[in-house]
């Protein structure tokens, strides 16, 4: 297998495992609030005050979040490899980490550097990341 395929499968299970972020349920008879019309959407804006409140409300809750509040959510497209609690798998053991050590490493791929066989895989995933992202990925894995 070359570095390319070897990305697109990691991507693949990057993009099975990463959660639907920001996706709401309801307590209605329908899974999501898209589906939902009529007196059924009335009822939903009724109780939450609507997209723009639930979307406030998910705005403040995530500037309320801790570091490793925030980096568990981001964490959810880790587990493919890393396992749900760092066990490792395809990818290295990341619980029993310091939040620095993890950091230092996060930063390494997003600068493209080599750390072993599989950085190949890392390189995208980390280049995606902001120094926050890498800051409370790292404060959630030393909780791991």
């Not at 697109?8 to 329908?30: K, Q, R, W």
């Not at 007196?39 to 609507?50: R, S």
Request: glycine fraction near 12%.
């Amino acid at each position: 297998m070359n570095a390319s395929t070897i990305s697109l499968i990691f991507f693949a299970c990057f993009a099975v495992g990463f959660p639907s972020y920001m996706m709401l349920t309801n307590e209605h008879d329908v899974d999501r609030v898209h589906r939902c019309d009529g007196e059924c959407y009335e009822a939903w804006q009724a109780k939450t005050g609507g997209v723009v409140a639930v979307a406030a409300a998910a705005q403040a809750a995530k500037a309320a979040a801790s570091p490793a509040e925030l980096g568990k959510a981001a964490y959810q497209g880790c587990i493919a490899c890393h396992g749900a609690g760092g066990e490792g798998g395809v990818g290295p053991q990341l619980a029993g980490q310091s939040a620095e050590s993890i950091a230092g490493m996060l930063r390494q791929y997003k600068n493209g550097e080599t750390r072993g066989a599989q950085s190949s895989l890392m390189w995208a995933n980390a280049g995606m990341l902001s120094q926050a992202d890498i800051d409370n990925l790292a404060a959630f894995v030393e909780t791991l």
